[in-house]
Nanobody, 125 residues
Framework: QVQLVESGGGLVQAGGSLRLSCAASGRTFSTYNMGWFRQAPGKEREFVAAIRWSGGSTYYTGSVKGRFTISRDNAKNTVYLQMNSLKPEDTAVYYC??????????????????WGQGTQVTVSS
């Protein structure tokens, strides 16, 4: 069982930065692959970024490549999402998620077994 708690969301102007954190409970965090997803009002939840348990591989959706960076600190049971050059279209509730094995489907919501409650990110123009 893994419990996830996101933090770090807020209101920022376009071009600004935020760093989201996701703190995980449980001693097996280092064995889980982690993902960040987001959901804007009236839209489906979409993949943002993912990182393998070792931190050796990362994956991003095209719209955030070069702007967002996912990382993890297994000693702190925490995964991060550094978001730079934010745009109004990045406005959404951001969720972190965990799975023991995502194989090649890191971008699919049903791959993940555990989810946080979400943190709101609002980017003003």
């Amino acid at each position: 069982q893994v419990q996830l708690v996101e933090s770090g969301g807020g209101l920022v102007q376009a071009g600004g930065s935020l760093r989201l954190s996701c703190a995980a409970s449980g001693r097996t965090f280092s064995t889980y692959n982690m993902g960040w997803f987001r959901q804007a009002p009236g839209k489906e939840r979409e993949f943002v970024a993912a990182i393998r348990w070792s931190g050796g591989s990362t994956y991003y959706t095209g719209s955030v490549k070069g702007r967002f960076t996912i990382s993890r600190d297994n000693a702190k049971n925490t995964v991060y999402l550094q978001m730079n050059s934010l745009k109004p279209e990045d406005t959404a509730v951001y969720y972190c998620a965990a799975t023991a094995d995502f194989s090649a489907y890191w971008y699919v919501t049903s791959t993940y077994d555990y989810w946080g409650q979400g943190t709101q990110v609002t980017v003003s123009s």
